[in-house]
């Protein structure tokens, strides 16, 4: 937070001029800004899909019961904000790349607000939200790939096919060791830069790829997944998304004014991470209660979901991403991180009041319940 903060802060300073210069420089023949969005971002991408594998084979998503009210939840969060977005922009064909910009949710920001209001929240909904931005976080790996591929390369696509069979025939040969997957990783990433396939989707292949090891093992040393993913989570956590964070919340503000929040791209990012995400999770949440299909999360109140649902609006780090995807000129990018930033603020200020409301009605209630 602070990271992005400083950005927006130094890109509207006296330092401008230096920001920018600093983050087109070339290095190895790519500019900074390149090599954080597209190669600092496959790591981001590596740990998510580490953590989304654990999670499916020994965690908080593996058997359908509990599968299945985040993924309900996360697939109405997803569908709602996109519908907006194209009402908006019904009349303006040229935005419509940026129909998915909104169904982002960023796990890290989105928990960091729920954890600032302490240890009365729930765990079963810290559970629920990390389990929706996980799902999530799959449903947008899965749009980049289908809807943001260009200038396909049959040559790239061969070299990351083979890349990916050696990955898996690894995994099916029972190798434990890491060295291999990583070395084959880059290879991958590198196949993947002229694949036309967005290279940081490598990321995510090498971590399917990488061995869990023995099933609810105690001893993580035993797991070359849950090591990786140790390993990487202060980097990522510490190094990347404070750098992708500075690099791109830098938004001039000079000439900015209201018509521009309210131009159709700007409009539909917006509404779509506030009132979309809401909408789209609650309706999912309550069909799918209604029906049988699954059960609410123990101990929380419909308005402590309702509370999680405006969480999973700030959409940040994945928003942004999709939206440097989405569009190549600076204006449109410009506008998409602007509103990207008021959408996610909104929702975390909206968010974080409904469940402070929340704990103040439940404390009486939880008080009475523990003296009977």
């Given at each position: 937070m602070a990271s992005a903060a400083f950005g927006m802060?130094?890109?509207?300073?006296?330092?401008?001029?230096?920001?920018?210069?600093?983050?087109?420089?070339?290095?190895?023949?790519?500019?900074?800004?390149?090599w954080i969005n597209d190669g600092l971002m496959a790591v981001f991408f590596l740990l998510v899909g580490l953590e989304i594998k654990r999670e499916l084979l020994a965690g908080e998503l593996d058997s359908?019961?509990?599968?299945?009210?985040?993924?309900?939840?996360?697939?109405?969060?997803?569908?709602?904000?996109?519908?907006?977005?194209?009402?908006?922009?019904?009349?303006t064909p040229e935005t419509w790349r940026g129909w998915a910009i909104p169904t982002a949710t960023d796990i890290a920001f989105?928990?960091?607000?729920l954890s600032l209001l302490g240890s009365?929240?729930?765990?079963?909904?810290?559970v629920f939200l990390t389990s929706i931005a996980i799902v999530d976080d799959l449903g947008a790996i899965l749009i980049i790939a289908i809807f943001y591929a260009s200038g396909l390369s049959i040559a790239g696509l061969g070299a990351a096919a083979l890349a990916t069979a050696a990955l898996f025939s690894l995994n099916a040969l029972g190798v434990m060791r890491l060295a291999p997957y990583l070395l084959l990783g880059v290879m991958l990433w590198a196949a993947m830069l002229f694949s036309?396939?967005?290279?940081?989707?490598?990321?995510?292949?090498?971590?399917?790829?990488?061995?869990?090891?023995?099933?609810?093992?105690?001893?993580?040393?035993?797991?070359?997944?849950?090591?990786?993913?140790?390993?990487l989570g202060s980097w990522?956590?510490?190094?990347?998304?404070?750098?992708?964070?500075?690099?791109n919340a830098g938004v001039p503000l000079a000439g900015t004014s209201l018509d521009a929040l309210l131009a159709p791209l700007?409009?539909?990012?917006?509404?779509?991470?506030?009132?979309?995400?809401?909408?789209?999770?609650?309706?999912?949440?309550?069909?799918?209660?209604?029906?049988?299909?699954?059960?609410?999360?123990?101990?929380?109140?419909?308005?402590a979901i309702w509370g999680v649902a405006l969480l999973c609006g700030i959409g940040f780090t994945m928003s942004l991403f999709i939206g440097l995807l989405a569009f190549a000129d600076a204006e449109r990018?410009?506008?998409?991180?602007?509103?990207?930033?008021?959408?996610?603020l909104l929702s975390a200020l909206a968010g974080a009041a409904v469940l402070m409301g929340s704990r103040r009605r439940s404390g009486p209630h939880r008080l009475s319940s523990s003296r009977r």
């Open positions: 802060i130094v890109a509207n300073s006296a330092l401008a001029g230096s920001y920018t210069a600093l983050l087109h420089t070339k290095v190895a023949g790519l500019d900074v800004l390149h359908w019961p509990r599968r299945a009210l985040p993924l309900v939840a996360a697939l109405g969060g997803m569908i709602a904000p996109a519908l907006i977005f194209l009402a908006i922009n019904w009349r989105a928990l960091g607000v009365r929240i729930p765990n079963s909904l810290k036309g396939i967005h290279h940081t989707l490598a990321g995510v292949v090498l971590a399917m790829s990488i061995p869990l090891g023995p099933a609810g093992a105690e001893n993580k040393s035993s797991s070359p997944l849950c090591r990786l993913e140790d390993g990522v956590a510490f190094l990347v998304l404070p750098v992708f964070g500075f690099a700007s409009l539909g990012i917006v509404a779509g991470l506030f009132f979309g995400k809401q909408i789209g999770i609650m309706i999912a949440v309550f069909a799918a209660s209604r029906t049988g299909l699954a059960r609410l999360p123990a101990g929380a109140s419909w308005r990018e410009a506008m998409t991180k602007l509103a990207v930033l008021t959408g996610s």
